[in-house]
């Protein structure tokens, strides 16, 4: 019987945590004979490639673990994933999180009744685990049928986090993976998603645990990866570009540029980083005017939040390494790190 979901697992260091995820995979009510699970290994120096492969030992039909001997972080391991994976639709479930008993079920039903290319549903973030639910919307069925839709989508895009379901075809026909050796990997795979996905069910039901692991490198302090951020930006950028998707979504491309490059990339620099790298934000200043010189006329930026505006004025400010550590303080000091 073919299988009809591939979930890709990379996984680094959890020995720890690997049992939880795992058995949240195995217990769905979809049914284990219609999951392929791929574990990769992402060349961890703890004993995670052993707990691993005792699994596929004991279910050699439904687990596939590849051990890579390098390091590629997250996005590469996903991709590793994405070329042994076989089935019409694929998850992604990260080794110290785990899901809903019933998430792929709820998740696949939707794909397979609105012919779905990208199904979505909430998620939480947790130490532990505690009561799920509705998130209080309703449901929500996009189909993309023109140029007005799409931009809509490209504003708006699919919600953070990986908690979804993609038709494999979409992202293999349209060259879609994700940047290796570097965090924020999601930032380049889900906004190219949004260029190509057609068909999209938001399903408003909390069913994937996002674990807060205090040893992750995403609440790090002082980590120079939290910059990796701004590679995976130009790398979209140039993305667009050779695709041709610059031209047609200028006005779009350029607000999720200054959004995600400089914007987010401030919050996340005043929140966790005790000495402010100056000269990396005011780098980050001139990169924007180096690409979108007329950033100041872009009709979305109307929309931002009051706190975006107040990050988004300081692009036209020059700011010496004091006034960096003097905002930041003040920043981190009236803001919840929420991001």
């Given amino acids: 019987?073919?299988?009809?979901?591939?979930?890709?697992?990379?996984?680094?260091?959890?020995?720890?945590?690997?049992?939880?995820?795992?058995?949240?995979?195995?217990?769905?009510?979809?049914?284990?004979?219609?999951?392929?699970?791929?574990?990769?290994?992402?060349?961890?120096?703890?004993?995670?490639?052993?707990?691993?492969?005792e699994y596929e030992k004991k279910y050699p039909e439904d687990i596939i673990v590849i051990n890579s001997s390098e390091n590629l972080k997250q996005g590469g391991a996903r991709n590793l994933g994405l070329m042994h994976a076989s089935c019409e639709y694929i998850g992604f479930v990260d080794s110290d999180d785990w899901i809903v008993p019933t998430m792929y079920e709820k998740l696949y039903s939707k794909a397979i009744e609105y012919d779905c290319d990208v199904v979505t549903c909430a998620f939480k973030r947790v130490y532990n685990e505690e009561n799920m639910?509705?998130?209080?919307?309703?449901?929500?069925?996009?189909?993309?049928?023109?140029?007005?839709?799409?931009?809509?989508?490209?504003?708006?895009?699919l919600g953070p986090g990986i908690s979804k379901l993609y038709r494999k075809s979409i992202l293999i026909n349209n060259d879609i993976y994700f940047p290796e050796h570097l965090s924020y990997e999601d930032n380049y795979f889900g906004n190219l998603v949004l260029f190509y996905a057609n068909r999209i069910y938001h399903l408003e039901e909390y069913l994937y645990y996002y674990f807060i692991n205090p040893q992750s490198t995403v609440v790090k302090k002082d980590s120079p990866h939290h910059f990796d951020r701004l590679s995976v930006e130009l790398i979209k950028l140039d993305t667009f570009k050779k695709r041709g998707l610059l031209n047609m979504f200028y006005d779009e491309i350029e607000y999720k540029f200054i959004l995600l490059f400089y914007i987010?990339?401030?919050?996340?620099?005043?929140?966790?980083?005790?000495?402010?790298?100056?000269n990396i934000l005011s780098h980050m200043q001139n990169?924007?005017?180096?690409?979108?010189?007329?950033?100041?006329?872009?009709k979305y930026i109307?929309?931002?939040?009051?706190?975006?505006?107040?990050?988004?004025?300081?692009?036209?400010?020059?700011?010496?390494?004091?006034?960096?550590?003097?905002?930041?303080t003040v920043y981190a000091n009236n803001i919840n790190d929420t991001i």
Avoid at 133 to 157: A, M, V, W
């Fill in 1 to 53: 019987m073919q299988k009809k979901i591939s979930i890709i697992i990379p996984c680094y260091n959890v020995e720890e945590y690997i049992d939880r995820c795992v058995n949240s995979l195995l217990t769905q009510t979809i049914g284990l004979s219609n999951l392929e699970l791929i574990f990769i290994n992402d060349a961890s120096p703890d004993k995670t490639i052993d707990k691993l492969l």
């Fill in 133 to 157: 639910g509705r998130t209080g919307l309703n449901d929500k069925f996009c189909e993309i049928l023109n140029e007005d839709q799409r931009k809509s989508l490209l504003i708006d895009g």
């Fill in 264 to 278: 987010n990339t401030l919050h996340i620099t005043f929140t966790r980083f005790n000495t402010i790298p100056g």
């Fill in 287 to 298: 990169v924007v005017k180096e690409h979108f010189p007329n950033y100041k006329n872009n």
């Fill in 302 to 328: 109307l929309g931002l939040t009051p706190v975006n505006k107040i990050l988004f004025q300081t692009l036209d400010i020059h700011m010496s390494q004091k006034d960096w550590q003097e905002f930041a």
